[in-house]
């Protein structure tokens, strides 16, 4: 099954738009993983298997890994997730982008090696630097178009024949670059309005939406602006707010309610 077979199928029948980012940072942990030496992996995997169910997407952060030298969890990781929870897609958030040749290798990197479902793409090198990914027509691309922090616009609203860059980049997806239906695009929820621009230019192309809970972006809003017409077309991405929830023993179960209160939060407004 596709990557957007999956997330589909996840979105209709776990009920939830709910992304689960997966953003380590050790000294955030609980005082119990002090003393493990695999506490990358085995941290994560408690808080995907207690959150799996309020989940359409997880979303491992790959510099989170890589400057931890925890790689190898990441890989474990995502084994876990699809051995698991087979139902939950992957989406590898790596934000590739290079010149064909390259690109290639970071294809292998996300699709072979990681085994993600999906991967973040930059795609200011243009068609060519994305076009190794949007040939794994079974595996999601998923394009920054206006992201969540605040330098969003320095580039990204720079006005190209009228038009800001970002709307410009949507479009440009959703009519040319989408030819085997596998691209999403990244817009924050932070930025409600250009939330509401972006759907309008393109349709149910599917959105991943940063930006809730710790960068405080508003869930309803984002939900309101840009749903796609059935009410769902979303994957409402938050880390910190549900892997830091607690960090007593309780880790687990707090991010799970966590997670639980944002699908509830999430579907009052669809
Ligand atoms: O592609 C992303 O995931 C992404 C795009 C964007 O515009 N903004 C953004 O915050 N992200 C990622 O989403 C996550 C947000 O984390 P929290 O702010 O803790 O929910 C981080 O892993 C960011 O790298």
Not at 73 to 94: C, G, M, Q, Y
Not at 129 to 147: K, M, N, W, Y
Not at 215 to 230: E, H, I, P, T, Y
Request: charged share 25%; hydrophobic share 45%.
């Amino acid at each position: 099954m596709s990557f957007m077979q999956a997330l589909r199928r996840r979105w209709q029948q776990a009920d939830t738009l709910v992304c689960v980012g997966l953003d380590p940072e050790p000294a955030k942990f609980p005082a119990a993983f002090a003393a493990d030496a695999d506490a990358v992996f085995a941290f994560n995997r408690d808080i995907v298997d207690a959150t799996a169910q309020y989940a359409c997407a997880f979303k491992p952060q790959i510099a989170h890994f890589a400057a931890l030298r925890a790689e190898d969890a990441l890989t474990r990781l995502i084994a876990h997730i699809h051995a698991n929870h087979p139902d939950v897609p992957v989406i590898l958030d790596s934000k590739r982008g290079d010149i064909g040749s390259t690109a290639q290798h970071y294809v292998g990197e996300a699709f072979e090696r990681y085994r993600a479902d999906a991967v973040t793409v930059n795609p200011y090198l243009g068609r060519d630097s994305v076009q190794p990914f949007l040939d794994r027509a079974d595996r999601g691309v998923v394009i920054l178009c206006r992201t969540s922090n605040p330098g969003a616009g320095d580039l990204q609203d720079l006005d190209v024949g009228g038009r800001p860059l970002y709307q410009l980049v949507a479009e440009k997806v959703a009519r040319d670059w989408n030819e085997h239906g596998n691209c999403a695009l990244v817009v924050g929820a932070t930025w409600p309005e250009q939330l509401r621009e972006v759907r309008a230019i393109v349709g149910d192309v599917p959105f991943l939406v940063p930006g809730v809970g710790a960068q405080g972006g508003d869930a309803g809003a984002v939900v309101s602006n840009a749903k796609s017409a059935d009410g769902t077309g979303l994957m409402i991405s938050s880390s910190r707010a549900i892997l830091y929830a607690s960090n007593g023993t309780d880790y687990a179960e707090a991010a799970a309610n966590a997670a639980r209160e944002l699908r509830d939060e999430i579907n009052r407004h669809r």
